[in-house]
């Protein structure tokens, strides 16, 4: 075997999801095609200028992994104060997003159709959100696939610094050996205080509406765990009281 040192090395990507075939219905289909140019933003690894994105100056949410955006739509006609970004890979999720961002008729909503990871570290400016959702992440119930959860060290530290001051971040799993590992990740980063934990049987959602994937959860008999972390500055000691 040969080496050449002009062959970049290799970089493994480690991605939380597998692109799904997913079959499109004809009103998804024609939904990317029509209102997309309304509401989709294109991946380009450049920096949002959110202000110019929506025509205004809003408070930011971002919705990760928002499936069929039921969630998102809902949440974006019941607050028009707030402007929101949702960031999904799955196509026929987006067509049924774009859909309902139409029948909803909502403004303040824009989707971009890519790995959040990667939105995140090249086109979110830092400290621009005030709140991130993660609404049941895919568990990656398998030791050896617990590598592709997307709540990891590094991406937690990519959200902390990516909301500004204050900001929240909202978690909700069905998965208990996801939700001990998200307790002890988020714990480990010091980036976040844990506001509100909440243990329940889906009635007591936390400030947000129900899911499609925790619909499936507790048809399964699971129990749901949500959080509110909130972004806290880890300045050092004499920085933050003036005292050394
Ligand atoms: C288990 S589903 C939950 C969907 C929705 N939040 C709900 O509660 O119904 C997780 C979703 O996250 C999406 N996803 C996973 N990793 C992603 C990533 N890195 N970037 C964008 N979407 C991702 C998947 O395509 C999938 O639709």
Redesign the pocket.
């Not at 990760?64 to 069929?68: L, T």
């Not at 609404?135 to 895919?138: A, E, H, K, S």
């Not at 899911?211 to 925790?214: N, S, V, Y």
């Given at each position: 075997m040969t080496s050449n040192s002009d062959t970049p090395p290799h970089r493994r990507t480690v991605?939380?999801?597998v692109r799904r075939a997913g079959r499109l219905t004809a009103s998804q289909q024609r939904a990317l095609e029509e209102l997309w140019p309304s509401y989709g933003v294109a991946f380009d690894g450049k920096p949002i200028r959110f202000d110019d994105l929506f025509g205004r100056t809003a408070p930011i949410v971002l919705e990760?992994?928002?499936?069929?955006g039921d969630?998102l739509v809902q949440q974006a006609a019941d607050n028009p104060g707030l402007d929101f970004l949702g960031?999904?890979?799955?196509e026929p999720?987006v067509g049924h997003c774009l859909l309902k961002a139409r029948d909803a008729g909502v403004t303040n909503l824009r989707l971009i159709r890519h790995?959040?990871?990667e939105v995140l570290d090249t086109m979110i400016p830092a400290a621009s959100l005030s709140r991130v959702n993660l609404?049941?992440?895919?568990p990656w119930p398998k030791k050896r696939h617990h590598k592709r959860r997307?709540v990891q060290p590094r991406f937690l530290e990519t959200v902390a610094e990516r909301l500004s001051a204050g900001g929240s971040f909202n978690v909700a799993t069905d998965w208990a050996g996801y939700a001990e590992h998200i307790d002890a990740t988020v714990s480990a980063s010091g980036r976040f205080e844990c506001a509100e934990r909440r243990v329940h049987s889906g009635d007591q959602p936390l400030d947000r509406p129900g899911?499609?994937?925790?619909r499936r959860g507790l048809r399964r008999g699971h129990r749901i765990w949500d959080w509110r972390f909130l972004r806290v500055d880890n300045q050092p000691p004499d920085l933050a009281t003036g005292e050394l």
């Open positions: 991605r939380s999801f990760i992994g928002f499936g069929n969630t960031i999904e890979v799955h999720g790995d959040a990871v609404y049941f992440p895919d997307i899911t499609k994937f925790e």
